[in-house]
């Protein structure tokens, strides 16, 4: 069975650090990779996604994530935390799962950046 | 991309009664999906809506519970039938296009039940 991984509960940053929000997966075939933001009362938006090809993807609002197979990780990161950035982040893989493909979502870690 | 909503937003029931909740897309859309997300947890997907058929659901969900209707490629409805305390959740209608190559779910807002 797939599963996402997302290890930390919550991520705090100060404003203007790097920050970094861990994914790893479990997948049956190539992976497809996904990260979605939720602000409050809001439904998930799509920041990025890996399908194939280069192993850093870039997405929306200055967001990034690599891929690493090996690893199977996927984190995302910024290179400077925004305080607009405090929202709750989830990582999501489709593969096949009981012969169709499925999305799995990871248990969301929410980000906290810090004036 | 693909505009997603919801109604109502929110409600609170009663124990026993149903409320259906429906998903508007502003485009047409190959998937639609319906999940639900309880404070703390994941998305937890119920089905996938099929158009002109009935949904696929997931293991632990059940057609005469959460019954499910697509009578075109741009909207859909979520049944929570006999309502219980532990039905209360955000649901969330999602869509994605395959035959447009994008893989991404967009999201409605959710519809907020609260079952008393």
């Known amino acids: 069975a797939q599963s996402v991984a997302q290890p930390e509960d919550q991520v705090n940053v100060a404003e203007g650090n790097p920050l970094t929000v861990k994914c790893t997966y479990s997948?049956?075939?190539?992976?497809?990779l996904f990260w979605y933001v939720q602000y409050p009362n809001r439904g998930l938006q799509f920041l990025l996604k890996?399908?194939?090809?280069?192993?850093l993807v870039k997405g929306s609002y200055g967001f990034e994530a690599e891929f690493n197979k090996s690893q199977t990780s996927f984190h995302l990161k910024k290179p400077s935390a925004l305080v607009s950035d405090s929202a709750l982040y989830f990582c999501?893989?489709?593969?096949?799962?009981?012969?169709?493909?499925?999305?799995?979502f990871g248990i969301g870690t929410k980000l906290q950046v810090i004036p | 991309s693909a505009v997603i909503s919801q109604k109502p937003s929110r409600d609170i029931c009663q124990r026993g009664t149903s409320l259906t909740i429906q998903c508007q897309v502003d485009?047409?859309?190959?998937?639609m999906f319906w999940y639900r997300q309880q404070p703390g947890q994941s998305l937890t997907l119920i089905a996938t809506?099929?158009?002109?058929?009935?949904?696929?659901?997931e293991s632990g969900f059940v057609i005469d519970k959460f019954p499910i209707s697509r009578p075109n490629l741009t909207f859909s409805t979520l049944t929570v039938s006999n309502m219980s305390p532990e039905d209360s959740s955000i649901y969330l209608c999602?869509?994605?296009?395959?035959?447009?190559?994008?893989?991404?779910?967009?999201f409605g807002p959710g519809t907020r039940l609260t079952v008393l």
């Open positions: 485009s047409q859309v190959t998937m």
């Open positions: 997948v049956s075939g190539n992976p497809y």
């Open positions: 999501a893989v489709r593969g096949l799962s009981g012969g169709y493909q499925k999305v799995t």
């Open positions: 999602s869509a994605s296009n395959r035959l447009a190559g994008n893989n991404e779910q967009f």
């Open positions: 890996y399908i194939t090809g280069d192993n």
């Open positions: 809506a099929n158009q002109g058929s009935e949904a696929t659901y």
